[in-house]
């Protein structure tokens, strides 16, 4: 996409629903695609798809969100934010692929983790964590996608890879630029000012080292035979260096310590 943006404009355009999801990607570039379900403790969450597949004739395991297409879709999927069994069941693939040495892959959109008191009560927060503890002791090599909205530690908690790539018109934050505003400065109104000021969108996150690559988008937000070529591409280029790692657990740990070290100079790498 050729044209400047604002962080607003970008914001818009990440949650625009005719954007294509991560399940697009999904059935668009893997194919023998096998469906596991359930968190072996609870139920099955909607609001994450994942199993095993192949890409380009590679076993990997892949994960993403789902926010649905249709209303009831979206209620089921409680518009793209996982319940702690939706975590459960990504760290159960993930540890999957581990026993098996399946290099893993994550497409992510969502808002963040599902609010609600019965997420709370069956165990949010520590599913969250128990998956960034698990992802940061991987030994198969990861490569995680933000495609749309990447909310706080909802997202974070399936984004831990050795690779991080980012859609041009992605955002990727602490929390919504409407929570932002209200929190810090009580007033909901200056929700393009805390666009800017949050550094979300990818052109800022790469600047600051939080991603490694910016995926470019065509301007129709509907071209999915383009944009899945312009993915390929990417998660071809990544992959290929990834799986020739060492060391995954230990670079994925170095990466990420690395993270807060250029926060503190200033985003300077």
């Known amino acids: 996409m050729a044209k400047e943006l604002t962080a607003a404009q970008r914001v818009a355009l990440a949650r625009d629903p005719r954007r294509p999801s991560p399940e697009d990607y999904l059935h ?19 609001s994450i798809v994942g199993g095993i597949a192949r890409y380009h004739g590679r076993p990997v ?15 089921q999927a409680h518009f793209g934010m996982p319940e702690p069994e939706g975590y459960r069941k990504a760290r159960r693939l ?34 969250i964590a128990q998956n960034l503890a698990r992802m940061s002791s991987l030994t198969v090599p990861f490569v995680a ?7 706080s530690g909802g997202a974070l908690a399936l984004s831990m890879g ?27 109104s200056r929700v393009e000012e805390a666009c800017e000021v949050m550094k979300l969108t990818a052109q800022d996150l790469l600047e600051l080292g939080v991603i490694d690559e910016i995926v470019p988008e065509p301007e129709e937000l509907e071209s999915l035979g383009t944009r899945l070529r312009i993915m390929d591409a990417a998660l071809t280029k990544h ?12 670079h994925r ?17």
């Open 253 to 269: 740990q170095e990466k990420f310590a690395a993270m807060g070290e250029a926060w503190i100079r200033g985003g300077k790498t």
């Open 145 to 151: 996608v933000i495609c749309g909205e990447g909310g």
């Open 28 to 46: 668009g570039l893997f194919t023998d695609f096998f469906e596991q379900r359930g968190d072996r403790l609870f139920g099955d969450d909607r």
């Open 162 to 188: 050795n690779r991080v790539l980012m859609l041009e018109n992605a955002v990727y934050s602490v929390l919504s630029p409407e929570g932002f505003a209200s929190i810090l400065w009580k007033d909901s």
């Open 61 to 75: 395991t892949v994960i993403c969100t789902r926010k649905g297409k249709t209303l009831e879709e979206h209620l």
């Open 94 to 127: 993930m540890e999957q692929a581990e026993k098996f040495g399946r290099p893993i892959i994550t497409f992510v959109d969502t808002p963040g983790a599902y609010p609600g008191l019965e997420a709370e009560e069956r165990g949010q927060a520590d599913a």
């Open 239 to 250: 992959l290929d260096a990834v799986v020739r790692l060492k060391d995954p657990a230990r």
